[in-house]
C-alpha cells in the first residue's frame, strides 16, 4: 500500500508519465451536495495535479466571496457554478498517482443537470458513488444508480463522505453501507468497494486515517490504483459498423472503427444487412507498421480482392457469427427530453453507424429512475429522467447484438427534433411485434 | 493498446465521423504543435491526405518563424491553405498598443474567423482545442454547437454517449469538432516525438528560454528552459509546476477571462 510520502513523490508530477498505461476514466456521481466537486478536488490538490497559479486563483475567488477555500473551485470553472456552489457540466481532469493516470469526470448532481450526467458518466470504466454520512442515499443518489446499471458501468465504488460530520461513527457507516448494497442489489449492481471518508478534511484519501481505525480497507487512491480498466471486446465475435468508404484514388477503403473482434487480411468477411460478401485483401493505416491483423478499438480501413459496393451503415462480421438482425426489439431506454416520449412516436435510431428511422410500439413499464417504483401503466409515455422498458419498431432492418453479450453494439441513443433525447440498451429481439 | 494509440484512434474516429456529416468542413491551422498533430492525425484517418480546408485567422501578429512554417509545410503537406484576416479591424487600427488583449483577440480571431464563416459557409470547423488547457475548455463537447452569434450555450450542451455526436442542426449554426479534447501537453509532444513530426523552433529553448505555446508575438512571452529537443520538453513537462498558457495574456487579463471570451465564439 502507497504510504503517504510515496504517494506524493509519485504524484508530484502533474502529467502522466507512465505513457504505456491507459488512462482509467472514473467518474463521480451522487445527489447534489454529497461533495463530488470537491472531493475531484481535493484529490487534484492531494496528487499536485493542479498547478501553483490555479490554486492561487482560486484563493483570490474564495477571498473575494468571502469564503474558506473551496477545493471544488479548482474544477467548476464556470462563473455561475461558482456563484451557486454547483456542478452544471460536466468538467474532465486529470490526475495521477503512482500507478498511472486518471481521466475523472465530475458529474453535476443536481437533477436539472441529469443529461450532462448521463453525457459524462457514458464513457467511463468505473463510477464513484458519493453518499452524504449525514444525509444518506437521497433521491439523485439513487437516480443516478440506475442510470449507472442502464449505462451497463459495473465497477462501482461507494464512497461515504463527511465522515467527520458524524465523528467519524463505524454505526453511520455501516448502516449506510448495508442502505446503499440493498439498493444496488435492486439495480442488480454489486459495489466493489466501500470507502469511508472526508473529502473535505482529506482523511481516508491518500493514507488510512488514524480517525477510522475500525475501517479494515484501503485508502481511496490505493484503492483506485488497484482498480482495473474496461477490457476491449477483442476476444468477441468481429463487429466492424462502417463509418465510410473512401475512393481517394484507385483504391476502395472501407473506413471504420472495430467494435469488438479481429480482422485480418484473408478473412471471407460479411456485410450486413446488404448480405453481400468479400475477401480482405489488406487493412490499411497511413504512416504506420504494415499490419495484417486488426482488433477491438482500432479506427482502420480495409481493402477487399473483388470490388463491392455498399454504404456507411452496414456491419462486417464473420458469417460463423453473426449479430443479430431484427426490425423490433425490446430495449430499456432513459429519456432526456423535455417532451415526453408517447406510444407511436418517431424516432431517429443511432446505433453505432445505423441511423434508421422508429417507432415507440410499446411502452411497457416506465419506472421511476430515483424511487424504482413503477409509474402507472396507463400513462403510457415517459417523462423526462424517467427509464422505460419499450418496444422499438425500426423501417428497416437494425444490425445489434443485445447488451449482455456485445455492449458496444446494443446500446444506441434516440433523436427526436434533431436532438439527442434518450439511450438505450437492447435487451432481445421482440419478434411478436411486427414492425410499423 | 497503449495511451497514444488510444487516442490517436479516438482522433481518427471523431474525424472521419465529422468528414462524413458535414459537407463544408475546415480545420483551423494556427501552425501549433496541437492544430499540426491535428493536421497529421487527418492524414492519418484520410490516408495521406487533408480533404478540406486548412484555415489560418491570421491576426498578422504573429511570429515571423510561423509564416515561414506555414508557407513549407501548407506545400509539403499538400495543404488547401485558406488565410483570412479580419483587415477592416486592422485598419481601424486594432492592435495590441491600442487595446486590450481581450479585445484583439476578439476582434482578430473570433470576428475574423465569422468573416471567413459568411463566406465558406464552413458547416463543421475542426478545431485543436484540449481539455486540460483551460477550466472551461474542460467542460468542451467533442462535436459543439455555436449559434448564428458564434454564442456557446455551456449551460445545456447536447449529451455524447457511446460516440454518438449530434450532428443535424439548422443552416446557420456551425459546429466545432475537437478532436484532441481527451488529449494533453504531454501526449502531444510524446505523439509530435513518436512520429517524428516537425514544429516551429520556436518551442526549443534558446539562452535559457523557450515559448511553450505559440500565439500573437505582442502577448506571447517565452518560458524558462532549457529544453532544446523533444526529448528534453518531455521531461520538462513531468516535472513542471507552471501552467502552459502562463505566457498567454489575454487568458489572465481579467477573470473568467477564458469563459467571456469562448461565450462570444473563440477557441
Known sequence: MATLSQTKVAGSDTQTHNAAEEALRIVFVGHVDHGKSTLVGRILYETHSVLPSKIKYVEEICKDKGMKFEYAFLLDALEEEQDQGITIDVSQVVFKTARRAYRVIDAPGHKEFLKNMISGASGADVAILLIDAEEGLREQSKRHATILSLLGIKKIVVVINKMDLVGYKKEVYDTLKTATSRHLASLKLTAKEFVPLSAYEGENLVTKSSKMPWYEGLAFLPLLDSLDRAALSVDKPLRFPLQDVYKFDKQRIFAGRIESGKISAGDEVLFLPSGKTGTVKSIEKWHAPIQTTAAAGESVGFTLTDQIFVERGEVVCHSASKPEQAQSFLAHIFWMGSQHLEKGAKCLLKLTTQDIECTVDAILKVINSSTLEEVAAASRQVAKNEVAEIILSAKKPVIFDTFDVIEETGRFVLVSDRQVRGGGIILKRAETYSAI | ?267
Request: with cysteine.
Open chain 2, 1 to 267: 493498446m497503449d495511451h497514444l494509440d488510444r487516442l490517436e484512434n479516438q482522433s481518427i474516429f471523431i474525424l472521419r465521423e465529422a468528414y462524413k456529416k458535414f459537407d463544408k468542413l475546415g480545420v483551423l491551422w494556427s501552425m501549433g504543435k496541437d492544430s499540426t498533430v491535428l493536421l497529421w492525425l487527418a492524414r492519418k484517418a484520410f490516408f495521406g491526405r487533408v480533404p478540406f480546408e486548412a484555415v489560418h485567422i491570421d491576426t498578422t501578429f504573429k511570429f515571423q518563424e510561423m509564416y515561414a512554417y506555414r508557407e513549407k509545410y501548407a506545400k509539403e503537406w499538400n495543404l488547401n491553405l485558406i488565410v483570412g484576416v479580419n483587415q477592416d479591424a486592422i485598419n481601424r487600427g486594432i492592435n495590441y498598443k491600442n487595446n486590450d488583449p481581450v479585445t484583439v483577440c476578439h476582434e482578430l480571431k473570433t470576428v475574423g474567423l465569422q468573416q471567413m464563416i459568411a463566406v465558406k459557409k464552413w458547416n463543421g470547423l475542426i478545431v485543436g482545442i484540449r481539455r486540460d488547457e483551460d477550466g472551461t475548455r474542460a467542460k468542451e463537447k467533442f462535436f459543439s454547437p455555436r449559434n448564428i452569434d458564434f454564442e456557446w450555450d455551456y449551460k445545456d450542451q447536447p449529451p455524447e454517449l457511446w460516440n454518438q455526436f449530434q450532428s443535424d442542426y439548422d443552416k446557420d449554426t456551425h459546429v466545432r469538432i475537437h478532436p484532441l479534447l481527451e488529449w494533453s501537453e504531454i501526449d502531444v509532444w510524446r505523439y509530435v516525438q513518436r512520429e517524428n513530426l516537425p514544429v516551429v523552433d520556436l518551442y526549443f529553448a534558446k539562452n535559457g528560454k523557450r515559448y511553450r505555446t505559440l500565439g500573437c508575438q505582442p502577448i506571447t512571452k517565452p518560458v524558462e528552459s532549457n529544453a532544446d529537443t523533444v526529448e528534453k520538453i518531455i521531461e520538462e513537462l513531468k516535472n513542471t509546476k507552471i501552467s502552459e498558457r502562463v505566457g498567454r495574456e489575454q487568458d489572465h487579463s481579467q477573470r473568467y477571462a477564458m469563459q467571456k471570451l469562448r461565450a462570444k465564439g473563440y477557441m
